[in-house]
C-alpha cells in the first residue's frame, strides 16, 4: 500500500553510494515502517534491497511487508534464497504467503527446502486458496488458548506469544480436534478477576467464516458484528485462521474499486489475477486488454440503435430539425439509467438492498422516474417549441418524459437480473445502460415522431 | 446498519398482543444484538419501543445502536424525556451524539436538562462537529493512563474502566493540559515485564487526526499504520476523541458509496445531510432531488451537441447514412471517456495516484488510448465498409479513433482538473463524460465526414 515519496531519494543514493551504514541504519528505525516504505518505493529494487540488508531482520519484514506486491517481489527476487527463507519466517503468516504466490515457480521450488517443515507447510496451506476467498486473506498466526486456564494463566500464555501472534485481543478456544469452541476477548480476561477460569468467559456463540466464504461476505459479517477478528474454518469445520480488521478494510477497498471499474465499463479481474488494475502501477497491454473487450461489446450494442436509425431514414429526411434533439434524448435516458443503475449496484454491494426487496424498489423507482421524466419532459417542452414550433415540442417532451421512465427502469433493473442470474450486478455499467437505453430511446423518438409527423413524410 | 429481517415478525407481534414479557426478554438476550436489530427493524417503531422496553437498559442501548439512524430517532421519539436520558447514558458517546443531532431542536432542549452535566457537556460537544470531519466520527469514551503507572496498576485501572471505554486495547497518556504525550498498546502492557513503569514502553511517535480532518484522509492514515484507533486532537492540541477501525470501516464504505453515487451523476449529500442517499430508505421527493440536477445540467450541455448537429445539416442531407453511424461514434468515446475518468476518480480517492503523477499517468493514457483508438478504429473500419462503402469505412475508422483518444484524454484530464481546483473529482461522472465527448465527438465526426464528401454536398 506504499506510495514512492521521492522525497529522500536524493540523500538515500548517497548514503547507498558512500556505503553510510550507520546513517542507513538510522533512517531504517526513523519513521513508522509505513513511511519507509514509501521513501523506499521511490528507489529501484536493487537499491531497496542494498538498504535493507543493513537493518534487522524483523525491521527488513516490517518495511517490506508495507511496499506494493510488485516491489515485493522485485526486492525478494534480488536475494539469495538462504536470506528469503529467513526473511519470510520473521513474516506474518498472511503477509508471506502473499509473496510467495507471487514468485516464479522455479523461486518458490528453491526456497521451499530451505524453510522449516512447520513454516513451508503453512506458506503451502495458505498459498493455495483461491483469491478473494476467506482463506486467501486469512492469516494461521493467531493464538489459542486452552479450556482448562484461569485468566491468570492466560495472561501468562499471551505474554509469551504475542510476539508471534497478529493479535492477542481475542483469541480462540479449540477442542483436541481444533474444532472451534469459542472466543475470549482480552477485554474480558483483563475485566473478570484473577483466576476466573476461561470456561466462564468463553463467548461460544460467535460469528465465523469458512474458508470457500467470498471476502465481501466477510467484510459485511465483520462489520454488522465490529469485531477486530474473525475466525475461519474449513471444510472440516477445523479452524485454520483469523481475519483481522485491517484486511477487511483493505478488502473494503479493493472489492469497491472492482466495482467502480466494472460500472466504468473495464473487465473484472479474472481468475489467478491478485486484484483489480491500477492507475499507475498496470502495464499498458494490460489496460488494453482490461478495457477493449467492452468497448467492442458496446460498439456492437450500438449497431443496433445504428439500424433503427436507419429504419427510420425517411423520417429523418423529412424532418433533419429530429436529428438535432437526438443526442439530448437518448443522452438523458442513459443518463437517468446511469443514476438508477448506479443507485442499484452499490445498494446490492453493500448489503443495503436485498432480492426480496424487487418489488418495493420497482415501485418506488416507477414514481421516482414519472416525476424525473415530467420535470424532464417540461424542459425539453421549452427547447423544442424555441428549435422548432408547437409539434416539435409535443414530439420531444412526450419522449423525454418516456425516454427516462424507460432508462430508469433499464438501470434499475439490469442489476436485479444480473445478481439473480449469480452475474456481478456492476457489470450493468454505465456504458452498458446508456447503449441499452440509446436503443429503446431511439424507437420511442422515431416512433413518437412518426405518427405525429405522418403528413410530412407522407 | 440493520437490515429489516421479516422472519419474525408474526411470532413478535404475537408475543406483543399477548404482552408475554418472559419471551419478549428472551428474544432479546437470544442473539447477537445486530441480529435482534435486523428483526426489530421490520416491525414499526412503536412496537420496537414496547418490545425494548422489556429489556434492560444496556441491552436497550446496544440493540438501538444497531438500528438505522431513522429507525433510532422514530423509536427515542416515543420514549419519555427521562426514558431517553437513561438510555443516552447506556451508549457510546459517539452513539448517542448522532442519535441526539437527529432530534427536533424541541425534544433536544427537553431532554438536555435531564442529563448529567458531563453527559450534556459531551454530547453537545460530539454533536457540533461538522459532518464528514474527524470530530464527527469520533467517540469520547477512550481510556486514559497516568505517565506514572506500573504495567500492574495499569492494567487495575484498565479493569475498572474498561466497561465504559469504545476500547481499553490503545490507551492513552495525556499531560495535566490534556496534550497527548503518547498512547501504550494493552499488548505492550501484557508483553512487558509486571510493574515496568508505562514511562519505559510509551509510545510517543504516534499518528493523530484534527478534528477538522476530512473522515476519508483518517482513513487513509487508520489502513496505513494498520491500528485499531487514532487519537483527535482539538484545535489546541488537546486530545477529544477517539476513531476506532469499526467507525472507519463505515467510513470507507460511506465514501465509496457518495463517489459511487457521485459517478453515475447523482448529487452529493449536501452541508447538514448525515450521508449519502439510500435507495430504499430515502423519500421520493429528496430521491427527485438528488436526481434531476443533473439531468437538467446534462440537457443543457446535450443543447451543444444539437446545435453542433444543426451546424452540419447540410452534410447530413447529403448522405444521411452518416446518422447510422452518429449513436455508434460518439458513445464510443463516451465510453473509452468513462472508463478513464472511472480510473482517475477511483485512483484519486484511494490516494493511488497523486496531482505530482499527472505527467506519468497522462503520457500513459496517451498510449493506452491510441492502442485502443486503432483497435476500434479497425472494428470501426469494417462496420463502415458494410454498410457504406470503401469512403464511409475511411471516414468512420478514422473518426473512432481520433473520439476514443479526445474522450479518453478528457475522462483522464476532467477529475485532476477537479482536484486541482479542490472540487470533488468524483463530479467528472460517467453521464458528464459521455455528454463532453458527444460535442467533441460530434465535431470531429462532422468535420471529417465534411471534408472527404465535399464534392457530394456541394
Not at 475461519?232 to 473494503?252: A, K, Q, R
Request: aromatic share 6%; glycine share 6%; charged share 20%.
Amino acid at each position: 500500500m506504499s506510495q514512492a515519496n521521492p522525497l529522500l531519494v536524493p540523500e538515500l543514493r548517497e548514503m547507498l553510494d558512500t556505503n553510510d551504514v550507520e546513517n542507513i541504519k538510522l533512517f531504517c528505525e526513523a519513521e513508522h515502517p509505513a513511511i519507509i516504505a514509501d521513501f523506499l518505493s521511490a528507489l529501484e529494487p536493487v537499491e531497496i534491497f542494498e538498504i535493507l540488508k543493513h537493518t534487522n531482520l524483523q525491521l527488513q519484514a516490517k518495511i517490506i511487508s508495507h511496499l506494493t506486491e510488485d516491489t515485493q517481489v522485485a526486492v525478494v527476487e534480488i536475494m539469495g534464497k538462504l536470506e528469503i527463507a529467513k526473511l519470510l519466517g520473521e513474516m506474518a503468516h498472511d503477509d508471506r504467503a502473499d509473496i510467495f504466490k507471487q514468485l516464479s515457480k522455479k523461486l518458490q521450488n528453491l526456497i521451499l527446502p530451505a524453510l522449516a517443515q512447520a513454516e513451508r507447510e503453512d506458506i503451502r496451506r495458505l498459498a493455495s486458496y483461491e483469491e478473494g476467498t476467506a482463506g486467501a486473506v486469512m492469516t494461521s498466526d493467531y493464538a489459542t488458548l486452552a479450556l482448562h486456564l484461569t485468566t491468570s494463566e492466560a495472561v501468562e500464555v499471551l505474554r509469551q506469544v504475542a510476539p508471534d501472534k497478529e493479535t492477542i485481543y481475542y483469541t480462540y478456544i479449540l477442542d483436541d480436534n481444533r474444532k472451534l469452541l469459542g472466543m475470549v476477548s482480552l477485554k474480558d480476561i483483563i475485566v473478570a478477576t484473577k483466576d476466573t477460569p476461561l470456561s466462564e468467559i468463553i463467548e461460544t456463540d460467535i460469528a465465523y467464516a469458512m474458508v470457500s466464504d467470498h471476502q465481501e461476505d466477510v467484510a459485511h459479517k465483520m462489520r454488522k458484528y465490529d469485531i477486530i477478528a474473525l475466525p475461519v474454518l474449513n471444510e472440516d469445520e477445523s479452524m485454520v485462521g483469523i481475519i483481522t480488521f485491517d484486511d477487511i478494510e483493505d478488502v473494503i477497498v479493493e472489492e469497491a474499486t472492482i466495482d467502480f471499474h466494472s460500472l466504468g465499463a473495464i473487465s473484472q479481474p479474472t481468475d489467478g489475477e491478485l486484484s483489480g488494475i491500477d492507475m499507475r502501477d498496470t502495464s499498458i497491454l494490460l489496460m488494453v486488454r482490461k478495457r477493449l473487450p467492452w468497448l467492442l461489446i458496446l460498439v456492437f450494442v450500438n449497431i443496433i440503435s445504428g439500424a433503427g436509425i436507419a429504419h427510420f431514414e425517411s423520417t429523418i429526411q423529412a424532418v433533419v430539425a429530429l436529428v438535432f434533439f437526438l443526442p439530448l434524448l437518448i443522452d438523458s435516458g442513459g443518463n437517468a439509467g446511469s443514476q438508477s443503475s448506479t443507485l442499484m449496484v452499490r445498494a446490492l454491494a453493500t448489503g443495503q438492498a436485498k432480492m426480496s426487496d424487487w418489488l418495493y424498489l420497482l415501485t418506488k423507482e416507477v414514481l421516482v422516474a414519472s416525476i424525473l421524466g415530467l420535470g424532464m419532459g417540461l424542459a425539453a417542452s421549452v427547447l423544442g417549441f424555441w428549435r422548432g414550433g408547437p409539434e416539435i415540442a409535443l414530439i420531444v417532451s412526450l419522449t423525454m418524459a418516456c425516454i427516462v421512465v424507460f432508462g430508469s427502469l433499464v438501470g434499475m433493473s439490469l442489476p436485479f437480473l444480473l445478481n439473480k442470474l449469480k452475474l456481478d450486478p456492476a457489470t450493468a455499467s454505465a456504458p452498458l445502460i446508456t447503449s441499452l437505453a440509446d436503443i429503446g430511446g431511439i424507437l420511442i423518438y422515431f416512433n413518437i415522431a412518426t405518427y405525429f409527423l405522418k403528413d410530412k413524410i407522407g
